[in-house]
């Protein structure tokens, strides 16, 4: 009798066990993990994050501004950007000048930084090794970065999915200078 009862325990067991081993979980993507740990904001009040909305120059500063804890200080940052069509009145004025003094950014080159430009999964993985400490030459971005464990898959079309998986990527990345990774050094639990 106990053989029975405890074979049809281990059945309900099994049994009961099922629907959570066939459940449709999703997993979070790179961006809801990243605003989970409070290091991405969305781009509205509900803040939907617009994962297939492809990403300006602009709109990137503020992102890795955000990433790195520097969001705050960089909104109130009072010097301007030396580039010329940075309006000193725009949004990210005060992000891309604090970003270009911390050296994230050294525009186009031609003493322009093209805020409205779309952003290539090369300019992101400069953006990200910079931050990190890390020379970040734009000619060996996408090879430096893919070598740190930073995805470069990204399509062209960069949308800003494709920057929270790099982004995400970036904080099990040591810094270069204190070799503590980002996501610790960020104070995040699971880094």
Same mark, same amino acid.
């Not at 959570?20 to 009040?45: I, K, N, S």
């Not at 990210?92 to 911390?102: F, S, T």
């Not at 998986?165 to 099990?172: G, S």
């Given at each position: 009798?106990?053989? %029975?009862?405890?074979?049809?325990?281990?059945?309900?067991? !099994?049994? &009961?066990?099922?629907?959570?081993?066939?459940?449709?979980?999703?997993?979070?993507?790179?961006?809801?993990?990243?605003?989970?740990?409070?290091?991405? $904001?969305?781009?509205? +009040?509900? *803040?939907? #994050? &617009?994962?297939?909305?492809?990403?300006?120059?602009?709109?990137? %500063?503020?992102?890795?501004?955000?990433?790195?804890?520097?969001?705050?200080?960089?909104?109130? /940052?009072?010097?301007?950007?030396?580039?010329?069509? !940075?309006?000193?009145?725009?949004?990210?004025?005060?992000?891309? +000048?604090? +970003?270009?003094?911390? *050296?994230?950014?050294? &525009?186009?080159?031609?003493?322009?930084?093209?805020?409205?430009?779309?952003?290539?999964?090369?300019? !992101? +993985?400069?953006?990200?090794?910079?931050?990190? &400490?890390?020379?970040?030459?734009?000619?060996?971005? #996408?090879?430096?970065?893919?070598?740190?464990? %930073? $995805?470069? $898959?990204?399509?062209?079309?960069?949308?800003? *999915?494709?920057?929270?998986?790099?982004?995400?990527?970036?904080? $099990?990345?040591?810094?270069?200078?204190?070799?503590?990774?980002?996501?610790?050094? #960020?104070? %995040?639990?699971? /880094?």
């Amino acid at each position: 009798m106990k053989k %029975i009862l405890s074979l049809v325990l281990v059945v309900v067991l !099994v049994l &009961g066990s099922m629907p959570l081993a066939f459940a449709d979980e999703t997993t979070p993507t790179a961006g809801e993990t990243l605003q989970a740990y409070g290091l991405v $904001d969305g781009m509205d +009040a509900e *803040g939907n #994050l &617009g994962e297939d909305v492809q990403v300006t120059r602009a709109m990137m %500063i503020k992102l890795l501004l955000t990433l790195l804890g520097q969001e705050e200080t960089a909104a109130a /940052f009072t010097l301007p950007s030396t580039f010329t069509d !940075v309006p000193a009145d725009a949004w990210y004025a005060p992000y891309v +000048a604090y +970003a270009e003094l911390m *050296g994230y950014t050294n &525009g186009m080159g031609d003493g322009t930084f093209a805020p409205e430009a779309l952003v290539s999964k090369q300019m !992101v +993985a400069t953006y990200m090794l910079r931050a990190l &400490g890390y020379e970040g030459a734009w000619e060996t971005a #996408l090879d430096d970065a893919a070598a740190l464990g %930073i $995805d470069v $898959d990204a399509e062209e079309d960069l949308v800003r *999915g494709d920057a929270f998986d790099m982004m995400l990527d970036a904080l $099990d990345v040591p810094s270069k200078d204190t070799e503590v990774k980002l996501g610790a050094k #960020l104070e %995040i639990e699971d /880094f």
